[in-house]
């Protein structure tokens, strides 16, 4: 699944990031790499979507979201 279709709240890990390599690297700059957990905060259909991971808040636009593939944490 992409990002673009995560839910509120709910905690993911990042399998891949499929976009421009200039972007991917400045993702990965950010510190979202392959295996890394995002925490969707806000999912709004129509756009952005507000997500945390490394413990900061970002707000991602639907074409970035839509290229990065996801799958779900299993709650322990």
Same mark, same amino acid.
């Given at each position: 699944m992409t990002l673009?279709?995560?839910?509120?709240?709910m905690t993911?890990?990042?399998?891949?990031?499929?976009?421009?390599?200039q972007l991917e690297r %400045?993702?990965?700059?950010l510190g979202l790499t392959e295996g890394s957990l995002i925490t969707v905060l806000n999912n709004d259909k129509k756009g952005s979507l507000s997500v945390r991971f490394r413990g900061t808040r970002f707000?991602?636009?639907k %074409?970035?979201?839509?290229?990065?593939k996801i799958t779900e944490v299993q709650a322990s």
């Open positions: 673009k279709q995560g839910k509120n709240h993911y890990c990042v399998q891949s990031i499929d976009i421009e390599l %400045r993702l990965q700059a707000a991602l636009g %074409r970035i979201a839509d290229h990065i």
